[in-house]
């Protein structure tokens, strides 16, 4: 397995691997080679979603078991929407950010994390792990059954993170949201549950 992140930080242009290439024209590359699954999260620097999503897909690199990471088909990335505009078997943009995206076939087939078949669509190491193996095709990929956001607090399982909390969206003032996640919310994430914030 391959895991690798490029953003404003570790892209280097002039640096070169044995190849001759840099760190997008290796990734462009294995997304091109038809045998490879590639797991691709597309962000942009600042963006509210996009903060919160990275470090869930961070914990990847640590959660999967030994067998899983020998698996040289298999590569989880990461890149910000700057350097993404340069990956050529990226045939359509992302429309939106953060960008999950299962590629494989040489950039043919695509699939967007939203559109998946998983049960649980919330941007958690869990949601992640289980879309992997949906489309890997593999049973046992982590170290363990338990994830590390699954915290055990009195015999009882909670999550870390995740989701607002409902005092924390009722004290959105929808009349002047501040930032783009409580615009967000205020536009899309009222509907059908007017009656939890009056």
Known sequence: MVYTTIDKSNYNKKERNYHGKNKVETLDDYMGNKDNKVFLLIF?????????TRPEWKKLENVLSKDFLKRPDIIIASIDHISADK???????????PTMRFITNGGK???NYEDSNIENKDRTIDSFIEWIKLKSDEK????SEKTSNMVSKGGKKSKR??????????SINCRRPRGFSQKQHCKYGRKGTKRLYQ
């Open 44 to 52: 942009m620097e600042g963006c509210g979603p996009c903060n919160a």
């Open 87 to 97: 990956l050529t078997n990226l045939l359509t943009k992302p429309p939106s950010f």
């Open 109 to 111: 087939t695509v699939e």
């Open 140 to 143: 046992n990929i982590t170290k």
């Open 161 to 170: 993170g995740g989701k607002w909390s409902l005092k924390y969206k009722r």
